[in-house]
């Protein structure tokens, strides 16, 4: 009798651990075993150009900023010039908008580079109190941006030990650059400028200034063609 009860209890016990576990083998939804490798692969859309620098990947595509992003910089030739240039830049996809101020910038240092070889042969003194300005483009390649921008400069010019004369130019020209991430948001900005004078406060475009060594005819300064190199760092918003 005991032994009947034993069996009547085990083999049911035993039938029913045995369905569990054959089901459970056989279950058509569970995975198999997948080994895991350790190296991330990297993503697919990026797997195009070559890299320059750890930020940044070389691509035949335009930029495109699908976040707003803004950035601050300053250029390296104003401070050449014993001045201070500072800019903000707002992106957002192939678009962007640029907003810059310089300061006291000395046109006789750095040799007079800046200066045009009549004003240099007149031994004129060239003062710019301030320049600013904006622009607008577009991203074309990679990084690399065309854009137009409106400036106006103002101007103090004098003679060798004579009077300072003041006037304002104004400007509208094409623009071409690189921005080249070097670490997350840090950059470097290459690129070029044409600022041609569209109009100025002075009459005929011209003024003649008194010096030691008599009157002298001085045109108003242009900027013309002109390189530079900035440095900044964009964040998203």
Same mark, same amino acid.
């Given at each position: 009798?005991?032994?009947?009860?034993?069996?009547?209890?085990? =083999?049911?016990?035993?039938?029913?651990?045995?369905?569990?576990?054959?089901?459970?083998?056989?279950?058509?939804?569970?995975?198999?075993? =997948?080994?895991?490798?350790?190296?991330?692969?990297?993503?697919?859309?990026?797997?195009?150009?070559?890299?320059?620098?750890?930020? &940044? &990947?070389?691509?035949?595509?335009?930029?495109?900023?699908?976040?707003?992003?803004?950035?601050?910089?300053? /250029?390296?030739?104003?401070? /050449?010039?014993? /001045?201070?240039?500072?800019? /903000?830049?707002?992106?957002?996809? $192939?678009?962007?908008?640029?907003? !810059?101020? @310089?300061?006291?910038?000395?046109?006789?240092?750095?040799?007079?580079?800046?200066?045009?070889?009549?004003?240099?042969?007149? *031994?004129?003194?060239?003062?710019?109190?301030?320049?600013?300005?904006?622009?607008? @483009?577009?991203?074309?390649? *990679?990084?690399?941006?065309?854009?137009?921008?409106?400036?106006? &400069?103002?101007?103090?010019?004098?003679?060798?030990?004579?009077?300072?004369? $003041?006037?304002?130019?104004?400007?509208?020209?094409?623009?071409?650059?690189?921005?080249?991430?070097?670490?997350?948001?840090?950059?470097?900005?290459?690129?070029?400028?044409?600022?041609?004078?569209?109009? !100025?406060?002075? *009459?005929?475009?011209?003024?003649?200034?008194? @010096?030691?060594? @008599?009157? =002298?005819?001085?045109?108003? &300064?242009?900027?013309?063609?002109?390189?530079?190199?900035?440095?900044?760092?964009?964040? *998203?918003?």
């Amino acid at each position: 009798m005991l032994c009947k009860t034993i069996v009547s209890a085990v =083999v049911p016990a035993f039938m029913l651990t045995t369905a569990n576990a054959f089901a459970a083998s056989s279950d058509p939804t569970d995975s198999p075993a =997948v080994h895991v490798s350790a190296t991330p692969s990297a993503p697919r859309s990026e797997q195009h150009g070559f890299n320059l620098f750890p930020e &940044h &990947h070389f691509q035949w595509t335009a930029s495109d900023a699908k976040v707003p992003q803004v950035g601050i910089n300053f /250029g390296l030739l104003q401070l /050449g010039l014993g /001045g201070f240039n500072i800019a /903000g830049e707002v992106r957002y996809r $192939r678009f962007w908008f640029e907003y !810059s101020h @310089g300061v006291d910038l000395h046109l006789n240092d750095l040799g007079g580079f800046s200066m045009t070889s009549t004003e240099r042969a007149q *031994d004129l003194r060239i003062v710019v109190p301030y320049t600013t300005g904006f622009g607008v @483009g577009l991203t074309v390649l *990679d990084e690399l941006w065309l854009g137009v921008e409106f400036k106006t &400069h103002r101007y103090e010019v004098n003679a060798p030990s004579g009077p300072v004369t $003041r006037y304002q130019t104004y400007s509208v020209g094409p623009v071409i650059g690189y921005k080249l991430f070097v670490y997350k948001g840090l950059f470097a900005n290459a690129y070029a400028r044409y600022w041609p004078n569209v109009a !100025s406060t002075l *009459d005929n475009n011209e003024v003649a200034l008194r @010096g030691a060594n @008599g009157t =002298v005819e001085h045109a108003a &300064h242009d900027f013309n063609v002109f390189a530079n190199v900035s440095i900044g760092y964009a964040f *998203d918003l």
